[in-house]
């Protein structure tokens, strides 16, 4: 047996993956419990990300709702949910307004309440997805552990939704085409990640997922409009003035932007050659996923290319986001299961995973991005080889 094997075996993960959950699950009890987590010493929230939710579906019920891109009015409302006293950064409220949709229903809870429905609501999106990639419990044990996740949940942000979402809509591209669009319709909530699927889904010609997510992004917009009023959009627009106009980035937030452009700042690159790298390789990945998608090779592996090429050229990107690497990761890990590991693939795959635990002090996503797609690139050339050799022999 490989030293690989007894290393990675089923059942060393799992007690690895089980002990590793029943701690931090005891961890965020522990802080829950002493105030050091949803609520301070006085019973008062805490102000986490997930206030923006809280606060914005109130808006969202509200008569008028576009009051919410009003920054000294959203600022007072998190002022009287968390009764903080400035000086303190209030939350702007610089999202789309589909998303004032999906987070209208938090208003009608308490707070509490509110937050694990949130929570629940979206980790079952995200299992799904994972399920459905590469079946069995434990790889959703799995995609728990990593740093991401755990900064996901502390916040109650969003990375849940988002990395169901992808896995969802890449599972489902080739059975089931407009189920896949309507998945994509909707990962519209977060623009910055649907960047790189017009030109995709066009080199690879996908029209099914095309039309379907032309109309369920419409149907969200109008939907919105409907709720809203059309000026709605306008005062988005509106918002993202607040961003940097050298990055395009929320002020204050380039650095700990998990991208190629996050990480050629880190390295002290002036925004002009960080926008030429990050768009180059944006581009390269681009065409090297769709050269994939292309190929005669297992589906998992042209989906773990989009996958990977889809958090590669979005521009901004935090450290809960890479919650959705456990996509590319689950697809390749479906491939490897289905035809075997390669000699040190398993190693490599532990290296992202720890690799993660850095991004609290440097952009390690970028770098975690391309270790993956070097692992689907090695399996695809397998493939490609092996499915010329069954064709040469059966001539």
Same mark, same amino acid.
């Given at each position: ?99 004032? %949709? ?63 979402? %992808? ?181 490599? %795959? ?46």
């Amino acid at each position: 047996m490989k030293a690989e094997d007894l290393i990675f075996s089923h059942r060393r993960l799992s007690v690895f993956g089980y002990s590793f959950l029943a701690a931090w699950l005891v961890a965020f009890t522990i802080r829950f419990f002493t105030a050091g987590w949803l609520f301070d010493r006085a019973g008062h929230p805490t102000f986490i990300d997930f206030i923006q939710w809280f606060v914005g579906g109130k808006f969202a019920l509200m008569r008028d709702a576009t009051v919410a891109y009003d920054y000294s009015a959203f600022s007072a409302a998190q002022t009287l949910v968390t009764k903080s006293k400035p000086p303190i950064t209030y939350f702007p409220w610089v999202y789309p307004p589909t998303m004032l %949709l999906l987070v209208a229903p938090l208003a009608l809870l308490p707070y509490t309440a509110a937050f694990f429905v949130w929570l629940v609501g979206t980790f079952c999106v995200y299992a799904v997805a994972l399920y459905t990639i590469l079946p069995g419990l434990l790889a959703i044990v799995l995609a728990l552990l990593p740093l991401p996740v755990i900064n996901n949940v502390f916040n109650g942000q969003t990375a849940f939704l988002t990395a169901g979402l %992808l896995g969802l809509l890449l599972a489902f591209a080739n059975r089931r085409p407009y189920l896949s669009g309507i998945c994509l319709g909707i990962l519209t909530y977060k623009p910055q990640f649907v960047l790189f699927f017009p030109l995709a889904l066009v080199i690879t010609r996908q029209w099914r997922v095309v039309a379907s997510a032309t109309a369920s992004a419409l149907l969200f917009v109008g939907a919105a409009c409907l709720m809203f009023g059309p000026r709605v959009w306008l005062l988005f627009m509106h918002s993202l003035r607040g961003h940097n106009s050298a990055t395009l980035l929320p002020v204050n937030l380039e650095g700990v932007n998990q991208t190629v452009f996050g990480l050629m700042h880190e390295a002290g690159a002036g925004p002009l050659a960080a926008w030429v790298v990050h768009l180059a390789v944006a581009l390269f990945m681009t065409m090297l996923a769709c050269q994939i998608w292309q190929r005669p090779v297992p589906h998992a592996l042209k989906s773990a290319a989009f996958s990977i090429g889809v958090l590669t050229v979005t521009p901004y990107m935090l450290l809960y986001d890479l919650t959705a690497a456990a996509v590319p990761a689950a697809f390749i890990i479906a491939d490897a299961v289905a035809h075997g590991f390669f000699p040190g693939e398993r190693f490599v %795959l532990l290296g992202c995973f720890l690799a993660l635990y850095l991004c609290l002090t440097f952009a390690a996503g970028p770098i975690v991005l391309l270790a993956l797609m070097g692992l689907v690139v090695r399996r695809v050339r397998y493939a490609t080889k092996t499915s010329a050799t069954i064709y040469a022999n059966s001539r």
